[in-house]
């Protein structure tokens, strides 16, 4: 899957914690010419969605304070959590258990 964020693409890779430590999910440098985000296996959907909206942040302004963008994700996911932002297809291995 590849994904546009502020004009550049980014490819979207699963995998398992090993592979990026014991984060959630990691954002390669703007400047890679293959750019590519990837997400843990199996997080729980609203982990997910805060994982999601954090790289994109990454994605979006790398230079960004990690304080601000870890903070900055968590209160846009609340908020969609609470607007009722689900989730709709299990995406097989990439969904909690």
Same mark, same amino acid.
């Given at each position: 899957? +590849? !994904?546009?964020?502020?004009? +550049?693409?980014? +490819? @979207?890779?699963?995998? &398992?914690?090993?592979?990026? #430590? /014991? /984060?959630? *999910? ?7 010419? /293959? ?20 790289? $994109?942040?990454? $994605? $979006?302004?790398? &230079?960004?304070?990690?304080?601000? !963008?870890?903070?900055?994700?968590? /209160? @846009?996911? +609340? ?11 299990? *995406? #097989? ?5």
């Amino acid at each position: 899957m +590849r !994904v546009r964020i502020l004009g +550049r693409y980014w +490819r @979207i890779e699963w995998c &398992d914690r090993c592979e990026i #430590g /014991d /984060d959630l *999910g990691a954002c390669e440098k703007p400047e890679y010419s /293959d750019r590519t985000i990837y997400f843990a296996n199996k997080q729980p959907p609203r982990t997910l969605l805060e994982t999601a909206i954090h790289e $994109a942040l990454h $994605a $979006a302004k790398w &230079d960004l304070p990690h304080k601000w !963008v870890e903070t900055t994700a968590a /209160d @846009i996911a +609340r908020l969609l959590w609470r607007l009722g932002y689900r989730r709709t297809e299990s *995406g #097989g291995e990439r969904a909690a258990s």
